[in-house]
């Protein structure tokens, strides 16, 4: 297998601590613009994941998250915003960090490297071929997320990635991998960075995807969100005010009662 780490190779930039605040952030900025280019010639790649992720899910599935450092926290990120978003449960869209949960605020040394953990992580969710299981890794080389995905196969278990590396070892255990080549980063090796964006654009067309197809949108709103606070209140009245073309008082009525955007426009409309 040819496989070339272009998320380690040297910046094309040299010198930085000799950079003004504009250059560098003109640079950065310069770099930045490339990672949807990335993204784009990944989509038939993302398209063939996402299928998988909407029929596991439309059949009462989960979608499983695993990661180390930032590209755990990103997954981590994603699922825990679709409950909000979509008035999804909290146990739809997973996110399993190497470390575990202390690890999303401060790094958990050497729990990446580890070969089995992923898995015995994944097994406290009862973990069955109903589910779908992406790994997340920049580099596409993190053995937590490697070994997870390898342990998966052999189970049967449908299984995805994300990963800045063209032909990794991630790539070739994922069933469905995705692999968006940003190239090497602004500050040599930092993954955060483009590689991070990467990560985030393609978890945003997971998620908001597959919701969309599994109902939870109407029009382009998000009428399944939860109504946690005054600003999302008030979004949903406006929703149930251009959705039935009432004044604020009627669709603030509807909103009490119901305390859903979707039952209070449905059962306005069955009357």
Not at 34 to 57: C, R, S
Not at 62 to 89: K, M, N
Request: proline share 3%; glycine share 8%.
């Amino acid at each position: 297998m040819s496989f070339t780490k272009t998320t380690e190779q040297d910046s094309l930039y040299d010198d930085l601590e000799k950079m003004s605040v504009k250059d560098i952030i003109y640079n950065i900025n310069k770099e930045d613009k490339t990672v949807p280019l990335a993204v784009e010639k990944a989509l038939p790649q993302i398209e063939a994941l996402i299928n998988q992720v909407t029929d596991k899910l439309s059949n009462g599935g989960r979608l499983f998250y695993i990661g180390a450092g930032t590209s755990g926290r990103l997954g981590i990120l994603d699922a825990s915003e679709c409950p909000p978003t979509f008035g999804v449960s909290h146990d739809i869209v997973i996110g399993l960090i190497a470390g575990g949960d202390k690890a999303i605020r401060k790094a958990v040394e050497n729990a990446e490297d580890s070969t089995t953990q992923g898995w015995e992580d994944l097994k406290t969710f009862n973990i069955s071929k109903k589910d779908i299981v992406i790994g997340i890794a920049a580099s596409g080389t993190t053995p937590y997320v490697v070994s997870t995905l390898k342990m998966c196969n052999n189970k049967n278990i449908t299984t995805g990635c994300i990963t800045c590396n063209k032909n990794s070892p991630l790539s070739t255990e994922a069933l469905f991998p995705v692999e968006v080549v940003v190239g090497p980063e602004f500050l040599t090796g930092s993954s955060r960075m483009k590689a991070g964006t990467a990560q985030k654009l393609v978890l945003n067309m997971i998620t908001t995807t597959s919701m969309i197809q599994l109902g939870k949108v109407k029009g382009n709103k998000m009428v399944d969100m939860q109504l946690s606070n005054d600003k999302l209140v008030e979004r949903g009245v406006k929703m149930i005010m251009k959705e039935l073309k009432i004044s604020f008082e009627e669709a603030t009525i509807l909103l009490n009662k119901h305390k859903s955007v979707r039952k209070s426009i449905d059962n306005a409309r069955t009357k």
